[in-house]
T-cell receptor, first 113, second 110 residues
Framework: DGGITQSPKYLFRKEGQNVTLSCEQNLNHDAMYWYRQDPGQGLRLIYYSQIVNDFQKGDIAEGYSVSREKKESFPLTVTSAQKNPTAFYLC????????????FGSGTRLTVV | EDKVVQSPLSLVVHEGDTVTLNCSYE??????LLWYKQEKKAPTFLFMLTSSGIEKKSGRLSSILDKKELFSILNITATQTGDSAVYLCAVSTNAGKSTFGDGTTLTVKP
């Protein structure tokens, strides 16, 4: 079955450490997105990529980095520069022409301890 | 800066009631408005609206867009406990990204 897989589901990190969240899709979608969701809030865009080897900053890119070396993969690194990284992270993809809504992964909940 | 505002933030109803959720927006280069349902983790897509005045329907859910007033509503009739969720409104622009509202938390009591 086609879909998006995020891993791990839960992640604990010590302050000062970088951590990478995985996002893999087998939908053959060109566009992929990373969003952050905090309790009681909507989704805020971190980074997005519309094609391999290209990506753009979203509204809250500071303290995060991404790569898009393969169409199927869009990993997100949360660096030590991110001041408040504890949150729920959602990866999404979208088919060509933006004719349909996003397909979301099941998310990664990151907690800084 | 693109902005999407949803109201109410939360709503508690009883089974069988009809609810209306609101979404207003201010964005540059509007392309479409989308509604999603988030029950536990991953939001699931409900509707995409691009034209004013054309109602989209799926069972007990329906939605309509007013591009002049920059507004959309999501209606749910004969609510069931399974409709309890966070409903997210998002606006997509020609830049290829979507801005989300904070969501409306709907609780349907038996």
């Amino acid at each position: 079955d086609g879909g998006i897989t995020q891993s791990p589901k839960y992640l604990f990190r010590k302050e000062g450490q970088n951590v990478t969240l995985s996002c893999e899709q087998n939908l053959n979608h060109d566009a992929m997105y990373w969003y952050r969701q905090d309790p009681g809030q909507g989704l805020r865009l971190i980074y997005y990529s519309q094609i391999v080897n290209d990506f753009q900053k979203g509204d809250i890119a500071e303290g995060y980095s991404v790569s898009r070396e393969k169409k199927e993969s869009f990993p997100l690194t949360v660096t030590s520069a991110q001041k408040n990284p504890t949150a729920f992270y959602l990866c999404a993809s979208q088919g060509p022409g933006q004719l349909y809504g996003y397909t979301f992964g099941s998310g990664t909940r990151l907690t800084v301890v | 800066e693109d902005k999407v505002v949803q109201s109410p933030l939360s709503l508690v109803v009883h089974e069988g009631d009809t609810v209306t959720l609101n979404c207003s927006y201010e964005v540059t280069n509007f392309r479409s408005l989308l509604w999603y349902k988030q029950e536990k983790k991953a939001p699931t897509f409900l509707f995409m609206l691009t034209s004013s005045g054309i109602e989209k329907k799926s069972g007990r859910l329906s939605s309509i867009l007013d591009k002049k007033e920059l507004f959309s509503i999501l209606n749910i009739t004969a609510t069931q406990t399974g409709d309890s969720a966070v409903y997210l409104c998002a606006v997509s622009t020609n830049a290829g990204k979507s801005t989300f509202g904070d969501g409306t938390t709907l609780t349907v009591k038996p």
